[in-house]
């Protein structure tokens, strides 16, 4: 199972003020869409997206399909079979995708310590 690209998502109260935090942190932008409420920035591996209004509380985020520059990786687990084998270990999720979809789709599930891990998917199906 490969679950893609690796960022912390922040929900976030400002994000012109959580930018310029994380800024001042070395982090640097790279991607996003302030009118929408969110951008992704980096600092070496370390992935943070900043989220205003969009979640309440920090996500673990992985991308199926994505590197940790945002990129169109080839071979990735279509997040469908990822939430299947889950499912399979006996793990409750969430939230589901539709399992015959097609196409971006994304689930969550909670770890054993309350902590939401959001499997967000942006490719169709490899």
Same mark, same amino acid.
């Given at each position: 199972?490969?679950?893609?690209? %690796? ?5 976030? =109260?400002?994000?012109?003020?959580? $930018? ?16 929408? +409420?969110? /951008? *992704?920035? $980096? ?5 943070? +997206?900043? %989220?205003?209004? *969009?979640?309440? +509380? @920090?996500?673990?985020?992985? @991308? ?11 071979? %990735?687990?279509? /997040? $469908?079979?990822?939430?299947? *084998?889950? =499912?399979?270990?006996? /793990? ?17 599930? /909670?770890?054993?310590?309350? @902590? ?5 998917q942006h490719l169709p199906k490899p």
């Amino acid at each position: 199972m490969t679950l893609g690209a %690796f960022s912390v998502s922040l929900s976030v =109260k400002d994000l012109s003020k959580s $930018r310029a935090f994380y800024t001042a942190l070395g982090f640097e932008e790279f991607t996003g869409d302030v009118d929408a +409420g969110w /951008i *992704m920035m $980096r600092n070496g591996d370390a992935v943070i +997206g900043l %989220f205003q209004g *969009m979640f309440e +509380g @920090n996500l673990l985020t992985f @991308n199926p399909g994505w590197d940790q520059n945002a990129q169109a990786v080839e071979g %990735f687990t279509d /997040i $469908r079979e990822i939430q299947a *084998m889950l =499912k399979n270990q006996g /793990i409750a999720l969430e939230t589901e995708t539709d399992p015959d979809g097609d196409g971006p789709a994304n689930f969550m599930v /909670i770890d054993p310590d309350g @902590n939401a891990v959001f499997l967000d998917q942006h490719l169709p199906k490899p």
